[in-house]
């Protein structure tokens, strides 16, 4: 939670592309223009790690992390899917789902990497906020049914 001495951009959220939520977390589009399969999937209390999480806890914000690649891999088909939770500058627990594809600009660096190239996405890299929250939606719910 917000504190005097401690600001959290996840805490308190501005002008979020918010996919998916629930009481727990919520999953988000990144406004990226070079990654537009780009989510982040964030919970909702301030936390800084997964230990910090009920095993329960870990294992809904696990679900929640396939169940953002899964939507991205029906709905986007990229080459392949970057996981990452660092929170190095952000100390509130959250995971970067990022569909990733060989002629994006970093690849195969991270996205955080040196750029290699000017960006070439494929036609269907772009997809509408509706379309990823349907297949997050289906994914979610796969997931939830196992």
């Known amino acids: 939670m917000?504190?005097?001495?401690?600001?959290?951009?996840l805490c308190k959220p501005?002008?979020?592309?918010?996919?998916?939520?629930?009481a727990h977390l919520?999953?988000?589009?990144?406004?990226?223009?070079?990654y537009p399969g780009y989510l982040r999937v964030i919970w909702t209390h301030h936390v800084g790690e997964m230990s910090d999480l009920s095993p329960r806890e870990r294992q809904h914000m696990m679900e929640m992390v396939m169940a953002s690649e899964e939507a991205l891999r029906e709905c986007i088909r990229p080459d392949k899917i970057n996981l990452a939770s660092f929170g190095n500058m952000v100390p509130h627990l959250h995971w970067h789902v990022i569909a990733r594809f060989r002629s994006d600009r970093h690849f195969p660096q991270p996205v955080w990497g040196t750029p290699q190239r000017e960006s070439r996405l494929p036609p269907?890299?772009?997809?509408?906020?509706?379309?990823?929250?349907?297949?997050?939606?289906?994914?979610?719910?796969?997931?939830?049914g196992r």
């Open 2 to 9: 917000l504190t005097t001495t401690h600001y959290c951009p």
């Open 14 to 22: 501005d002008d979020e592309r918010v996919l998916w939520q629930d």
């Open 26 to 34: 919520r999953v988000i589009r990144v406004d990226d223009e070079d």
């Open 124 to 144: 269907g890299a772009r997809q509408s906020d509706e379309a990823l929250a349907d297949a997050l939606l289906k994914a979610a719910g796969r997931i939830a």
